[in-house]
């Protein structure tokens, strides 16, 4: 826990003093810029074409 540490893509290191020097930019607007990015993006295939067939055959999904 001491030496592994994660931080979120978001988050912002930087000093107070740094932040404001980049002209302060605004952690709202850049999760919306990171949602659209995300959106834009082709969903990744987590299971192979054919299971997702199989799947769809026995069971009555819709999306």
């Given at each position: 826990?001491?030496?592994?540490?994660?931080?979120?893509?978001?988050?912002?290191?930087?000093?107070?003093q740094?932040?404001?020097?980049?002209?302060?930019?605004?952690?709202?607007e850049?999760?919306?810029?990171?949602?659209?990015?995300?959106?834009?993006?082709?969903?990744p295939?987590?299971?192979?074409?054919?299971?997702?067939?199989?799947?769809?055959?026995?069971?009555?999904?819709?999306?």
């Open positions: 826990m001491q030496s592994d540490y994660f931080y979120p893509d978001l988050a912002d290191r930087r000093t107070p740094d932040w404001a020097d980049q002209g302060a930019p605004d952690l709202l850049q999760a919306r810029l990171k949602t659209r990015e995300l959106q834009a993006e082709t969903p295939q987590h299971i192979p074409a054919e299971v997702d067939a199989d799947i769809r055959r026995r069971f009555p999904i819709r999306l």
